[in-house]
């Protein structure tokens, strides 16, 4: 033990010469690191080091708190864990679950976590509208129904792609993808309500058609950055938030580096309440998603077919992320897909 503490006193020495020349984003690196390795002591050492910067992030102050709780410094866990609510963490589910935590959820302090993040919660969730804006509305190019790509060299040739050239997507790209992703495809006199316009690309449960698009546009040339709902009735975008949102989206999705190089994203969302009004718990259990998987899938195919790269993308918080796209109260937000050129 002796030995062990004489080499965690190097360690803690070293890292405080390192963190004058090291910035916050090497220092919350090697943390998560040496958490991965669980290597408690060295990375709660580091993320005490980063935080000393004056920066700090939701996500790292979560890191400290399961650090701290590891090592039994449970004053320290919980101090972290309304740090990290404080900050932005949301996440209900990790809290009540995560293992690193076990021995912190029989402490006195438990309850004051559980309050701070339920009334966090309750707070963001009182910030999303009721309904969307009805404008400014961008009429998007009309698609093409024929390529040059096969269906069968796009099935072979697909892949998920997390890296993206330095350029820029065009208006007639990011058309065609939204209309592959949920486009109408046939209409008719005296369709139902529900079917909202007509059948479309991917087949849906009962027609409910539970989904909503959504493109962050951060490099596309001929249509200004900011965030648009998809109206796939009319095949245009409306306006929701004006500007360059890809930091929000980024952070939204833990900071995940394909996302640094895409012109583009589209998100999905459901009104589980289209589908299990029929279906009740099963269309919220098993048909939507169902419904997504068909929807995504014509994304990756029309992509490749345009030499776009994307990739699908689970890891979020969702409040963030709802909230970085501006989507209403009653949908929940389901994937993220980059879009971006390759080769």
């Keep these: 033990m002796r030995i062990r503490a004489v080499l ?3 360690f803690v020495l070293a ?14 690196r090697e943390a998560e690191a040496r958490l991965m390795a669980q290597k408690w002591e060295e990375a709660l050492t580091l ?9 700090f992030s939701y996500i790292d102050f979560y890191n400290a708190a399961c650090a701290s709780a590891r090592l039994g410094k449970s004053e320290a866990a919980y101090s972290y864990l309304l740090k990290a609510i404080d900050a932005g963490f949301v996440e209900k589910d990790a809290l009540g679950q995560d293992p690193d935590l076990e021995t912190l959820r029989s402490g006195a302090q438990w309850q004051a976590v559980t309050d701070a993040l339920q009334q966090k919660l309750e707070t963001v969730e009182k910030t999303f509208p009721e309904t969307r804006p009805a404008e400014p509305v961008i009429d998007l190019p009309a698609p093409r129904f024929d390529g040059t790509v096969s ?6 040739n697909r892949r998920s792609i997390r890296s993206y050239l330095d350029t820029p997507l065009t208006l007639p790209e990011v058309s065609q993808i939204l209309w592959a992703a949920y486009g109408i495809t046939m209409t008719r006199d005296k369709m139902p309500a529900f079917l909202r316009g007509g059948f479309r690309t991917a ?12 493109l962050a546009a951060f490099n596309v040339t001929g249509l200004p950055a900011g965030i648009y709902w998809y109206n796939s009735e009319k095949h245009q975008l409306v306006r929701i938030v004006e500007g360059d949102r890809r930091k929000e989206v980024s952070e939204a999705a833990f900071n995940q580096g394909m996302f640094e190089t895409a012109s583009a994203a589209i998100a999905y969302s459901a009104v589980y309440e289209r589908t299990t009004k029929k279906y009740g718990q099963r269309g919220r259990d098993r048909y939507v998603c169902m419904d997504l ?11 490749y077919a345009l ?28 994937y993220i897909m980059p879009l971006g050129k390759v080769e």
């Design 8 to 10: 965690l006193a190097l």
């Design 15 to 28: 890292i405080a010469s390192a963190s004058l020349a090291q910035g916050y984003d090497a220092l919350v």
């Design 47 to 55: 993320y005490e080091q980063a935080f000393k910067t004056g920066e």
């Design 151 to 156: 269906v069968e060299a796009a099935l072979r």
């Design 203 to 214: 087949p849906s449960a009962g027609g409910l058609y539970p989904l909503d698009i959504y």
């Design 293 to 303: 998987g068909h929807s995504a899938e014509n994304v990756y195919l029309q992509a």
């Design 307 to 334: 030499k776009i790269g994307t990739c699908a993308v689970g890891a979020f918080t969702d409040l963030w992320l709802k909230k970085a796209f501006g989507m209403t109260r009653a949908e929940e937000p389901l």
